[in-house]
């Protein structure tokens, strides 16, 4: 790890905000002023938006159906602040016939390993994109969020 990212990780270990054992980490969730469910910070949904941009390019899209986040980071008291944000990235498989020989896959496939393992804004968390052409199945994970829709798919267990 380059001495920056060694620095950085220290400052943000170093300042932390604890994770009370119900509830998400607020380096990356906040709940609303107004009340109701934990939704993502902004900074973080908009650097999620713009890799999505990178993966599909500007003129395709309607290439993803949708993405969603999963893993460590919507686990409520997770005490581990550097586990990663997992991000399912859901790829429209109805439009193939744009796709020659599948190279635009390719390149989809391509750019999110490019962009996999970089540190989310103010935290100390990667983020993983993980392209697949199902949806996320609610049995499989522990909680869903949905960050087209800003909302979660499965709420997670005992979060208050």
Do not use: C
Not at 22 to 44: A, H, M, R
Not at 95 to 103: H, S
């Amino acid at each position: 790890m380059p001495l920056f990212e060694k620095k950085y990780a220290g400052y943000l270990t170093a300042y932390k905000i604890p994770i009370a054992p119900n509830q998400l980490d607020p380096t990356v969730f906040y709940t609303p002023d107004e009340g109701g469910d934990y939704k993502l910070l902004p900074s973080i949904h908009a650097q999620i938006a713009r890799d999505l941009e990178l993966m599909t390019g500007n003129d395709q899209p309607h290439r993803i159906k949708g993405y969603y986040m999963v893993g460590p980071a919507v686990t409520p008291g997770d005490k581990n602040k550097n586990g990663d944000i997992k991000i399912i990235v859901y790829i429209n498989n109805d439009i193939k016939n744009v796709d020659i020989n599948g190279t635009r896959a390719e390149m989809l496939l391509q750019v999110a390993n490019e962009l996999s393992n970089k540190k989310a804004i103010g935290t100390t968390r990667d983020i993983v994109y993980i392209p697949t052409v199902r949806p996320p199945d609610p049995k499989t994970h522990e909680a869903i969020y949905d960050l087209l829709n800003h909302s979660w798919i499965k709420t997670p267990n005992g979060l208050r």
